[in-house]
């Protein structure tokens, strides 16, 4: 490395700035790994029973990916090369283009959330059956999350697209450290514009899928929820409709419209700052210097999608557990350590709670359920068998597929 860097380096080989972006990078890039990791580790272990299930099957795709893409993050701007006096990294461009691979597979990730929102959106509102979804629509599904990325990613690393000295490696160009960048919008990326281009436009299309699925999906089950309220006002009097607790049906109904909401909302904050790059990319760009809090936000909040969707995975886990025990004080650590980690000892302390839970007024059709799997869970059922089974539901019941059938079934 010689001569002088042609611009100022907000993240200078010794300033605080740079070891506060390498810190929070690695560890957000941590918590987003560790998440996606125990979703895994959640699905693999539940084996086949977990595995059937197409939601599952989407979320653990989009954790394998995060996986990669949080460890890559997560290393910084130590794999970024050492070629011009502006790097301010401890890799070479062997390093750089492995880590912008990964960087840029994790596009992958917001494509498996428009794929869930889509999900949600035909056994929901659709009625389309599972056996349906599986054959014709799951293959594309994963092929339309996996294959874009993937293939891009092959050509950038094998045209060495990857390349950047004062950030994490992803699509760039040496000039931006010579300072020969030619004017104009996206100079700096070289000959890899083409490459950002089709990465906007990729991502831009998952954010209009998802966001246009979550309002259909909600005015649906709020449809669904008003009919079902009205079928159990008819039935028994406005006080005990009060005090009851919802349906298996609205449980359902309710968990899955969070769900849903939840995986939408991490996308969303997940890449909110680089829409936020893209809206100023003219003043942020222009003079080739970005300030240092710029990297360091940056580096908290992207590669964060792991850790958002843990909680959206295990909400409705640790919901249908609260449900099971009829206790909401139950903590959400308690919970999710009783859940992944202390199965044994959660059936013992599953039958305390029962047993303690029948003191409050349950409606007869849940005690009348609760009786008869005390009975046999022992037999036929593992904890996690009925945890399982209590927010999975996927819609599969003829009753709830359609507001038409509810509807119908009211009248």
């Known amino acids: 490395m010689s001569g002088q860097c042609p611009f100022e380096q907000p993240l200078s080989r010794d300033s605080t700035e740079r070891v506060i972006f390498i810190s929070v990078s690695a560890f957000s890039g941590f918590l987003s790994l560790s998440g996606s990791s125990l979703i895994i580790y959640h699905i693999l272990r539940g084996g086949r029973n977990r595995l059937s299930r197409i939601r599952n099957r ?106 950047n000295e004062i950030a994490p490696c992803w699509v760039g160009d040496i000039c931006r450290s010579l300072g020969t960048c030619e004017e104009g919008w996206g100079a700096e990326f070289g000959n890899g514009k083409w490459l950002v281009i089709c990465t906007y436009i990729f991502t831009g299309t998952n954010v209009i899928v998802a966001a246009s699925c979550m309002p259909i999906i909600y005015m649906v089950l709020q449809k669904i929820n008003k009919a079902t309220r009205r079928h159990a006002f008819r039935s028994v009097n406005y006080t005990d409709v009060q005090n009851q607790r919802p349906s298996q049906i609205e449980f359902a109904a309710s968990e899955s419209l969070k769900q849903a909401f939840l995986y939408f909302a991490a996308f969303s904050v997940t890449y909110t700052w680089s829409f936020v790059d893209i809206v ?25 999608q792991g850790f958002w969707n843990f909680f959206a995975y295990t909400r409705p886990i640790v919901s249908a557990y609260r449900r099971r ?28 709670r029962r047993r303690r839970s029948r003191a409050f007024d349950v409606p007869s059709e849940v005690a009348v359920r609760d009786n008869s799997s005390a009975a046999t869970a022992a037999d036929h059922h593992s904890f996690q068998d009925e945890i399982d089974e209590c927010y999975e539901s996927d819609f599969d019941d003829s009753e709830f597929n359609t507001e038409d059938s509810l509807e119908s079934s009211i009248q």
């Open 280 to 304: 100023f990319y003219k003043p942020l760009h222009t003079s080739l210097r970005l300030p240092g809090w710029y990297y360091i936000v940056w580096g908290a909040t992207f590669p964060l």
């Open 325 to 352: 025990e009829n206790d909401n004080t139950i903590s959400y650590i308690f919970a999710i350590r009783t859940i992944f980690f202390n199965m044994s000892n959660g059936e013992s302390f599953i039958g305390g």
């Open 58 to 163: 989407l979320v653990l795709g989009m954790s394998i990916v995060d996986v990669f893409y949080s460890a890559a993050f997560g290393l910084s701007i130590i794999p970024s090369p050492q070629v011009t006096s502006c790097s301010i990294g401890m890799g070479n461009l062997s390093t750089c283009t492995a880590q912008g691979f990964f960087m840029h597979l994790g596009m992958a990730v917001p494509a498996y959330n428009a794929m869930l929102s889509l999900f949600f959106l035909m056994t929901i509102c659709y009625n389309m059956d599972q056996n349906t979804i599986v054959r014709t629509y799951e293959p594309f599904m994963h092929a339309y999350a996996v294959l874009p990325p993937l293939i891009t990613a092959i050509i950038g690393a094998k045209k060495k697209l990857f390349f």
